[in-house]
């Protein structure tokens, strides 16, 4: 180690996802009710809740793919509701995961984490397809880099979008329920891959119902019921001493 | 009488009344006549016969106008498919206006008005004489119903698709380009090559328009052949016309129903 002087990262002064008074409706049906949330960086926070609380749609926010009604967004000190914010530059850094994949089935593996690299990038294929073949061992897929997406099973489809989004270098990772479309024997594989994410120091966001991953690798754990954060704190304090009402009842129906 | 005896009965009348026909037309036809009509010794020679101009000038000419049309009427209706949803409403608007009005027109009218009414009214006769004028008359309809196929097919890829490559920082047009249009183009193989069987046929209009020796397309010449050449008189040109037509549309109509069925086995 050199004696450099210590200059903050990026993104370690601000936390990494700043959430504030998030506000959320689709017609008159008001889905998010005024959420502050935040993800320091470095961190893994999981998101859980019955279905239909806005899980989805909070995370669905954090990169604007959801337009927030009211409220602010800010990544890593910036607000992205700024006009003057390049939105598609900052979605570039926030790497997503969705519960059904969402593979380009018109690509094959390889195409599929190289095509972003080298549009948004700018990346020389060389060096896009060094990138994807290291982050594909990573997920331990390489021996599928020339398969079609349709030829892969779920989990294999799963780590394939993870290594998508790594192929990015993003500074941080959104899940939503990514083991949820998964058959109960591949959801190891993938939950294995998210770890070691988690452990090399990735800022990630997590929905999920895998309440095994919360405790064990999650940073905080935040209960949503109906639009709102109900309850948040340490994985551990959350499962096994919930404070509040509707968290035990959630809690216990699913543990 | 049990019911499967019935049923047998029932089919064993059918095919008697099927075979009573065939030999009732047999016994009126006057078959020496209708091969002397429709299939006569001279036109169907090869050496000094119609074949030579049918498929040379005829058939070449009718499979380069379809694929100028498809080409043409392709681009003009991914153009208006993608104006159709578009953001921007009075795109939008446009759009639906343009396909409403040309696809409520018979193609003919709308050739006949670019070949005649344009320079009319605007004093600008289309390029490529009344052939050219008759075909943009074609690319504006054909634009309008290809258009419909093309929207439906890009609606018909999975929203998700583009959420994706919008969470990778993907630009929309990138988006639409890269991702979301040739998954669109794989489901509409099959209606775009319906839509090429359609347009062989709609050349033939062009015979209306009227067209220089070597640039009439099969039905033109087909229709000269009654008058004129060793089969005059007779129909002969048209049936040899008409074997032509179904030499380049039926593998094409084979191959969609190929398409279709590959297509729905393969539901991803
Ligand atoms: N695009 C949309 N249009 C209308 N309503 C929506 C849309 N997306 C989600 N919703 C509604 O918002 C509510 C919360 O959905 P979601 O965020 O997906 O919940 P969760 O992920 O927690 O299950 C649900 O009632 C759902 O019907
Ligand atoms: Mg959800």
Same mark, same amino acid.
């Given at each position: 180690?050199?004696?450099?002087?210590?200059?903050?990262?990026?993104?370690?002064?601000?936390?990494?996802?700043?959430?504030?008074?998030?506000?959320?409706?689709?017609?008159?049906? %008001?889905?998010?009710?005024?959420?502050?949330?935040?993800?320091?960086?470095?961190?893994?926070?999981?998101?859980?809740?019955?279905?239909?609380?806005?899980?989805?749609?909070?995370?669905?926010?954090?990169?604007?793919? %959801?337009?927030?009604?009211?409220?602010?967004?800010?990544?890593?000190?910036?607000?992205?509701?700024?006009?003057?914010?390049?939105?598609?530059?900052?979605?570039?850094?926030?790497?997503?995961?969705?519960?059904?994949?969402?593979?380009?089935?018109?690509?094959?593996?390889?195409?599929?984490?190289?095509?972003? @690299?080298?549009?948004?990038?700018?990346?020389?294929?060389?060096?896009?397809? @060094?990138?994807?073949?290291?982050?594909?061992?990573?997920?331990?897929?390489?021996?599928?880099?020339?398969?079609?997406?349709?030829?892969?099973?779920?989990?294999?489809?799963?780590?394939?979008?993870?290594?998508?989004?790594?192929?990015?270098?993003?500074?941080?990772?959104?899940?939503?329920?990514?083991?949820?479309?998964?058959?109960?024997?591949?959801?190891?594989?993938?939950?294995?891959?998210?770890?070691?994410?988690?452990?090399?120091?990735?800022?990630?966001?997590?929905?999920?119902? %895998?309440?095994?991953?919360?405790?064990?690798?999650?940073?905080?754990?935040?209960?949503?019921?109906?639009?709102?954060?109900?309850?948040?704190?340490?994985?551990?304090?959350?499962?096994?001493?919930?404070?509040?009402?509707?968290?035990?009842?959630?809690?216990?129906?699913?543990? | 009488?049990?019911?499967?005896?019935?049923?047998?009965?029932? @089919?064993?009348?059918?095919?008697?009344?099927?075979?009573?026909?065939?030999?009732?037309?047999?016994?009126?036809?006057?078959?020496?006549?209708?091969?002397?009509?429709?299939?006569?010794?001279?036109?169907?020679?090869?050496?000094?016969?119609?074949?030579?101009?049918?498929?040379?000038?005829?058939?070449?000419?009718?499979?380069?106008?379809?694929?100028?049309?498809?080409?043409?009427?392709?681009?003009?209706?991914?153009?208006?498919?993608?104006?159709?949803?578009?953001?921007?409403?009075?795109?939008?608007?446009?759009?639906?206006?343009?396909?409403?009005?040309?696809?409520?027109?018979?193609?003919?009218?709308?050739?006949?008005?670019?070949?005649?009414?344009?320079?009319?009214?605007?004093?600008?006769?289309?390029?490529?004489?009344?052939?050219?004028?008759?075909?943009?008359?074609?690319?504006?309809?054909?634009?309008?119903?290809?258009?419909?196929?093309?929207?439906?097919?890009?609606?018909?890829?999975?929203?998700?698709?583009?959420?994706?490559?919008?969470?990778?920082?993907?630009?929309?047009?990138?988006?639409?380009?890269?991702?979301?249009?040739?998954?669109?183009?794989?489901?509409?193989?099959?209606?775009?090559?319906?839509?090429?069987?359609?347009?062989?046929?709609?050349?033939?209009?062009?015979?209306?328009?009227?067209?220089?020796?070597?640039?009439?397309?099969?039905?033109?010449?087909?229709?000269?052949?009654?008058?004129?050449?060793?089969?005059?008189?007779?129909?002969?040109?048209?049936?040899?016309?008409?074997?032509?037509?179904?030499?380049?549309?039926?593998?094409?109509?084979?191959?969609?129903?190929?398409?279709?069925?590959? @297509?729905?086995?393969?539901?991803?």
């Amino acid at each position: 180690m050199t004696a450099a002087p210590v200059l903050p990262e990026r993104g370690t002064m601000a936390p990494a996802i700043q959430v504030t008074g998030l506000h959320k409706h689709f017609g008159r049906n %008001e889905v998010l009710k005024g959420i502050d949330f935040h993800v320091d960086a470095g961190q893994v926070v999981c998101v859980i809740g019955p279905s239909g609380s806005g899980k989805s749609t909070l995370l669905r926010c954090v990169n604007r793919l %959801e337009e927030p009604s009211a409220g602010q967004i800010l990544i890593e000190g910036v607000d992205i509701c700024d006009r003057k914010v390049d939105l598609d530059e900052v979605r570039s850094r926030i790497g997503m995961v969705f519960q059904q994949f969402n593979l380009f089935p018109h690509l094959n593996v390889l195409k599929n984490l190289t095509l972003a @690299q080298r549009t948004v990038r700018g990346r020389s294929k060389d060096e896009a397809v @060094q990138i994807a073949r290291q982050t594909l061992g990573k997920v331990g897929l390489s021996e599928k880099e020339s398969a079609y997406p349709a030829h892969l099973s779920g989990g294999q489809q799963q780590r394939v979008s993870i290594a998508r989004a790594l192929s990015m270098n993003p500074d941080m990772m959104l899940f939503d329920e990514p083991t949820s479309a998964l058959d109960p024997e591949l959801v190891g594989d993938v939950l294995a891959v998210m770890k070691d994410l988690a452990s090399e120091g990735m800022t990630m966001m997590v929905v999920t119902h %895998e309440m095994g991953f919360a405790r064990e690798v999650g940073n905080k754990l935040v209960f949503m019921d109906g639009g709102v954060v109900v309850e948040e704190g340490l994985p551990t304090d959350v499962l096994s001493n919930p404070q509040h009402e509707r968290t035990q009842a959630f809690l216990s129906k699913v543990l | 009488m049990t019911r499967r005896e019935r049923a047998i009965l029932f @089919q064993v009348a059918l095919y008697v009344a099927l075979a009573a026909g065939i030999v009732a037309l047999a016994l009126v036809a006057d078959w020496p006549t209708i091969r002397e009509n429709f299939w006569n010794k001279g036109g169907v020679d090869w050496a000094d016969g119609n074949w030579g101009d049918l498929i040379t000038i005829g058939m070449v000419n009718t499979v380069k106008y379809t694929a100028i049309a498809f080409a043409g009427g392709l681009a003009l209706g991914l153009v208006l498919a993608l104006m159709r949803l578009s953001p921007v409403a009075p795109y939008r608007w446009l759009a639906t206006i343009y396909i409403e009005f040309f696809r409520g027109l018979p193609a003919l009218v709308v050739m006949i008005f670019m070949s005649t009414g344009l320079p009319i009214a605007f004093g600008w006769t289309p390029p490529g004489g009344t052939v050219g004028a008759g075909l943009i008359g074609l690319i504006m309809v054909a634009g309008a119903y290809m258009a419909e196929t093309l929207r439906a097919g890009i609606q018909a890829v999975p929203k998700g698709q583009a959420e994706a490559a919008r969470s990778l920082g993907m630009r929309p047009g990138t988006t639409t380009v890269r991702v979301v249009l040739p998954q669109a183009f794989r489901i509409v193989i099959p209606p775009l090559t319906n839509e090429f069987v359609l347009l062989i046929k709609d050349t033939a209009l062009l015979f209306l328009l009227g067209a220089a020796a070597n640039e009439r397309e099969l039905t033109s010449v087909a229709k000269d052949f009654l008058a004129s050449g060793p089969s005059a008189g007779t129909a002969t040109s048209l049936v040899q016309a008409a074997l032509l037509y179904l030499i380049i549309t039926l593998p094409l109509t084979q191959l969609v129903a190929w398409l279709e069925r590959r @297509q729905r086995r393969s539901v991803r």
